[in-house]
Nanobody
Framework: QVQLVESGGGSVQAGGSLRLACAVS???????VGWFRQASGKEREGVAS????????FYADSVKGRFTISRDNAKNSVYLQMNTLKPEDTGMYYC??????????????????WGQGTQVIVSS
């Protein structure tokens, strides 16, 4: 079976950094992994995504210049480096997989394998 497991969440002060990891196991038959987040009382939103070759990445405008998505295929892992964190970055962060053609959408409806989430709290 396919599993995606997130790690690396925690609580940090505004301006700090966190690095999230998504470990993928099983044969997903998907060429895209993305990160999504959901704050309390808000809709889930796409944050960043990456294709299997690591050369194509996509970001939400709200995180461009602060977050970097990358992958290490040898470790079957996808990472999200989050710098200059803001309180509005607070939420549950999920990684998810999709067909490559949908990667740029950052739309949760296009992603059909999901991890359990890891919590990020940014305090002011």
């Amino acid at each position: 079976q396919v599993q995606l497991v997130e790690s690396g969440g925690g609580s940090v002060q505004a301006g700090g950094s966190l690095r999230l990891a998504c470990a993928v196991s099983g044969y997903t038959r998907r060429n895209c992994v993305g990160w999504f987040r959901q704050a309390s009382g808000k809709e889930r939103e796409g944050v960043a995504s990456i294709l299997s070759d690591g050369d194509s990445t996509f970001y939400a405008d709200s995180v461009k210049g602060r977050f970097t998505i990358s992958r290490d295929n040898a470790k079957n892992s996808v990472y999200l480096q989050m710098n200059t964190l803001k309180p509005e970055d607070t939420g549950m962060y999920y990684c998810a997989a999709a067909y490559g053609v949908y990667c740029s959408s950052l739309d949760n409806r296009d992603f059909d394998y999901w991890g359990q989430g890891t919590q990020v709290i940014v305090s002011s």
